[in-house]
């Protein structure tokens, strides 16, 4: 089990960038598949992006090539670097950590993509 915080949402222009960050405690965390999930209002939560702890990283087709995951192994922390943001990139954004049938959520930050 580990415990998971996200931060470093907030509002920002489309077009513009917005770095999110996840800090995890509680286990060994170098062993977990990270990953982010985000849910929009009246929607369904959507998976967006997974890293291996080999650092093998996936997308959703939504986000294929304007975000970027990564992890600090030695800072128990896992990034989501996101560019040419779109109003529909708009939602709260979930960490979660995965090994075996275990998963971990944080409780969310929100990003809002306005002019």
């Known amino acids: 089990q580990v415990q998971l915080v996200e931060s470093g949402g907030g509002l920002v222009q489309p077009g513009g960038s917005l770095r999110l960050s996840c800090a995890a405690s509680?286990?060994?965390?170098?062993?977990?598949?990270m990953g982010w999930y985000r849910q929009a209002p009246g929607k369904q939560r959507e998976w967006v992006a997974s890293i291996t702890s080999g650092n093998m990283t996936n997308y959703a087709d939504s986000v294929e090539g304007r975000f970027t995951i990564s992890r600090d192994n030695a800072k128990n922390t896992v990034y989501l670097q996101m560019n040419k943001l779109k109003p529909e990139d708009s939602a709260v954004y979930y960490c979660?950590?995965?090994?075996?049938?275990?998963?971990?959520w944080g409780t969310g930050t929100l990003v809002a993509v306005a002019s």
């Open positions: 979660t950590a995965a090994v075996g049938a275990m998963s971990d």
């Open positions: 509680g286990s060994i965390f170098s062993i977990y598949v």
